[in-house]
Structures are given as structure tokens and as C-alpha cells.
């Protein structure tokens, strides 16, 4: 069954508003990765988190890996319109990068 | 630096007819994935490659697909016969460590 599962699955905000994608494993991770895909585009790496309880900003993103190494957030403050796409997590599962089932974000101008 | 280069964007085939996939990845990484990315869904791993060997094949459907990567830099990702239901983006990947770099994919209709 799907390991790696990330809630919401859709994301509908107004410009301007802060939009969280959270992320839970089955398993305890390694690491924790970060992707976006635009839509019709490929993934694209973002971050990755290493250590319990890392916190790192990208500008307006902020990505968290829990405590237990088996969940993850990304917040976005004050959306814009180029942040439209699906953000995904993925963990090393079994020595695979395994992705998260991602959440589409569509921003309402 | 050049990205991951794929081959060709788009194919449109009908059942039963074989089909390849070309990738170039990215100079010096000797690391390369494809996956296979279904609509809606995230990218599942099909087959990864260290230098020549094929390290993990186990999600490879190998009664109809295959791979190749001679010489440790280009790949070849073969599906014969194609059915409907590998209709799907088809993605390169190659990296160093951790991280992966993701080529355009290769977006198969199967008819």
C-alpha cells in the first residue's frame, strides 16, 4: 500500500493567502526531499531535510521534518500565482525514492 | 549546465506495438532512474542504474519492459508489447547522492 501520503490532496487559495502541504510516512525516513512540478512540467527539486526537527526557509517556504523522521511540512506564505503545481514529498522507502501521493495547489487570483 | 535530455516528448502508439524511450542525463552523474508517473499520481520508480548495472529493477514489469544503458551514460527504456494501460509520462532522472534531477518525461498514449 501507498507508504508515503501527503494531505490535502487539492489546494484551492486566494493570492495572498498561506497554503500547507503535509506529508506522513509509514516508515521512518532518512531524509525527507521536496519537489514541485508545474502543471505539464516534471518534478523539480526543491530542498531535502536530513536531521529530527530541521527547519529550513526558501523565501516565502518553509519546509519541516518532524521529530520522529515520519512526517513533514511546506508552508507557503502569501501565495502568488507561480506557485500553482503540485508539491510533493518523498523519502527513501526500502532504498527507493518513493513520492508522496502530492497536493495540487491552484491559486485564485 | 544541460538538464536531462529525453526522447521523444510525445508518442502516440497503438496496443501490442513496441515503443522506446531515450534518455541522456546530465554529465558526471553516474546515477540514473526512469519513472513511471500516472496521471494524478506521483512517480514510481521503475529501474535505477549505477553507472552500467542495474541496481534495482524489482518494480520493472519485465515481461514486456526493459532497459539498457550502455556505457554507463545514455538509457533505453523498451515496453514490447504496449498495452492501454501504460499509457503514462515516462521520466528520466540522474543525480549524485540524494538528490534527483528530472528530465521533461516522455508523455505515451497507448490507443
Known amino acids: 500500500g501507498q507508504q508515503v501520503m501527503q494531505i490535502p490532496q487539492y489546494q484551492h487559495v486566494q493570492e495572498g493567502e498561506d497554503f500547507t502541504t503535509y506529508c506522513n510516512s509509514s516508515?521512518?525516513?532518512?531524509?525527507i526531499q521536496w519537489y514541485k512540478q508545474r502543471p505539464g512540467g516534471h518534478p523539480v527539486f526543491l530542498i531535502q531535510l536530513v536531521k529530527s526537527g530541521e527547519v529550513k526557509k526558501q523565501k516565502r517556504l518553509t519546509f519541516q521534518f518532524g521529530e520522529a523522521k515520519k512526517n513533514s511540512s511546506l508552508h507557503i506564505t502569501a501565495t502568488q500565482t507561480t506557485d500553482v503545481g503540485t508539491y510533493f514529498c518523498?523519502?527513501?522507502?526500502?532504498?527507493?525514492?518513493?513520492f508522496g501521493t502530492g497536493t495540487r495547489l491552484t491559486i485564485i487570483p | 549546465e544541460a538538464g536531462v535530455v529525453q526522447s521523444p516528448r510525445y508518442k502516440i502508439i497503438e496496443k501490442k506495438q513496441p515503443v522506446a524511450f531515450w534518455c541522456n542525463p546530465i554529465?558526471?552523474?553516474?546515477?540514473l532512474y526512469w519513472y513511471r508517473q500516472n496521471l494524478g499520481q506521483g512517480p514510481e520508480l521503475l529501474i535505477r542504474y549505477e553507472n552500467e548495472e542495474a541496481v534495482d529493477d524489482s518494480q520493472l514489469p519485465k515481461d514486456r519492459f526493459s532497459a539498457e544503458r550502455l556505457k554507463g551514460v545514455d538509457s533505453t527504456l523498451k515496453i514490447q508489447p504496449a498495452e492501454l494501460g501504460d499509457s503514462a509520462v515516462y521520466l528520466c532522472?540522474?543525480?549524485?547522492?540524494?538528490?534527483?534531477?528530472f528530465g521533461p518525461g516522455t508523455r505515451l498514449t497507448v490507443l
Open positions: 518523498a523519502g527513501y522507502v526500502n532504498e527507493k525514492l518513493t
Open positions: 532522472a540522474s543525480g549524485l547522492g540524494y538528490t534527483q534531477y
Open positions: 516508515t521512518t525516513l532518512s531524509n
Open positions: 554529465s558526471g552523474h553516474n546515477t
